[in-house]
């Protein structure tokens, strides 16, 4: 029987020569170029799916950059209302997509977001809700967990509204429900809540004037006059978190102000500025400047002007009245309004300079204008520049 031998190639007997020949054939075969006969790529798909690529980066991009650029959506003002309503088991979703088609927010996200952080996708009611322009997305979802009876009582409290008119306030906005007398019972000793306000601590038995901050609320019937109260210092323990937790290092301490004394300065701050961040920093200033000189009086009329009731006259500015701080050194002795966070924040961060004195007055388009002067003479000139001009209860017009 034959056997298979696997090196048998042409003759079952070769020679040397044969042999040979076989061994460069071989060779030759194994070592051949094939490139020739190999069929070429096509490379029109990779082409084609590189056109792609580019064109879905391309989209990519231009949505990208026109949603960074797009207009934000025009806010409804204040005074402004609009009216939402919510169906039952509404997702805070879809309540957001309402509100920001209402353009009561500037999307939904701002009031989703607002939902998570409060913890209140469960706690939202449902019904029809008659809502100003200008509350934030916390005082949206606040309403709507309060339910819809609680939306037609809005309240509203601006920078620099006294404790009496804040009553007064109450009072309209309930509809007499709370009459202004329950609330200035109930806001005349601020050592009732001290224990749970802890800003409160240094105001001892004097009223919550300066702490009823300036917002806008959402009265609930069953919320009575102490309720709004503290829900007033909740939002003054809110805004000024901040300010309050890091006293013992803030400005006001380093001159030797308690947390109380802070807030009866930017009450004074409040009255005396414009709404202008240069210039509240830098009437805060001269205030500063004023209460670490020789002669530390504050000399505002603004003080004499909250114990009178009306824009005081020279002789009652310098009459000898307890809030009178042309003849009494140091701070009154309260606030004399509810400042604004903006008016706490410039007594917090007054601007820098040696300004002693500050005159205001109307220019001829109306526009209120400051000047700030280092010396009394500066001052002097100040106002002979602008005679007949100064606004009605001008800070300083016999600062001595």
């Known amino acids: 029987m034959a056997r298979h031998n696997k090196n048998v190639t042409y003759s079952s007997h070769p020679t040397r020569a044969a042999r040979a020949a076989h061994a460069r054939g071989d060779k030759e075969f194994r070592t051949y170029d094939t490139s020739a006969i190999v069929p070429k790529r096509d490379m029109k798909p990779v082409i084609f799916l590189g056109v792609v690529a580019l064109i879905i980066v391309a989209a990519v ?46 999307s939904a996200q701002d009031f989703t977001s607002e939902v998570t952080r409060l913890e209140a996708a469960s706690a939202l009611i449902p019904g029809t809700y008659t809502f100003e322009g200008g509350m934030t997305a916390e005082e949206l979802v606040r309403a709507i967990m309060a339910g819809p009876a609680a939306a037609g009582d809005t309240l509203t409290v601006p920078e620099g509204l006294t404790l009496a008119a804040t009553a007064d306030a109450v009072a309209e906005a309930t509809g007499g429900r709370i009459s202004a007398e329950d609330f ?16 409160l601590e240094s105001v001892g ?24 109260a503290r829900m007033m210092l909740t939002q003054f323990g809110i805004e000024t978190a901040s300010l309050f937790d890091d006293f013992a290092n803030s400005y006001p301490a380093s001159q030797g102000l308690s947390f109380y004394d802070a807030v009866k300065l930017a009450s004074v701050v409040e009255k005396e500025s414009s709404g202008d961040e240069e210039v509240r920093a830098r009437v805060a200033r001269v205030f500063y400047n004023r209460l670490a000189s020789d002669h530390p009086y504050l000399e505002s009329d603004a003080t004499t002007a909250y114990e009178v009731g009306h824009d005081p006259s020279a002789d009652e500015v310098h009459a000898d009245t307890p809030y009178s701080t042309y003849t009494h050194e140091g701070l009154p002795p309260t606030p004399i309004c509810s400042p604004g966070l903006e008016c706490l924040m410039a007594t917090f961060n007054p601007a820098e300079g040696d300004d002693l004195f500050f005159y205001f007055y109307n220019d001829a388009d109306g526009n209120l204008q400051y000047v700030f002067s280092q010396t009394y003479e500066e001052h002097q000139a100040a106002i002979a520049k602008h005679p007949g001009d100064a606004a ?5 017009n016999d600062a001595a």
């Open 184 to 199: 200035t019972a109930v806001t005349a000793d601020a050592s009732v809540y001290a224990a749970e306000f802890p800003f």
């Open 61 to 106: 991009v231009f949505f990208a950059v026109r949603g960074c650029t797009a207009e934000q959506p025009q806010l409804l003002e204040a005074g402004q209302t609009a009216q939402v309503t919510i169906d039952e088991g509404e997702s805070a979703q879809a309540i957001g997509e309402a509100l920001a088609e209402a353009h009561l927010v500037p």
């Open 205 to 228: 038995t004097n009223s919550l004037e300066g702490f009823l901050f300036p917002k806008t609320y959402a009265v609930t019937d069953d919320m009575d006059a102490a309720a709004v």
């Open 392 to 396: 009605d209860g001008a800070a300083d």
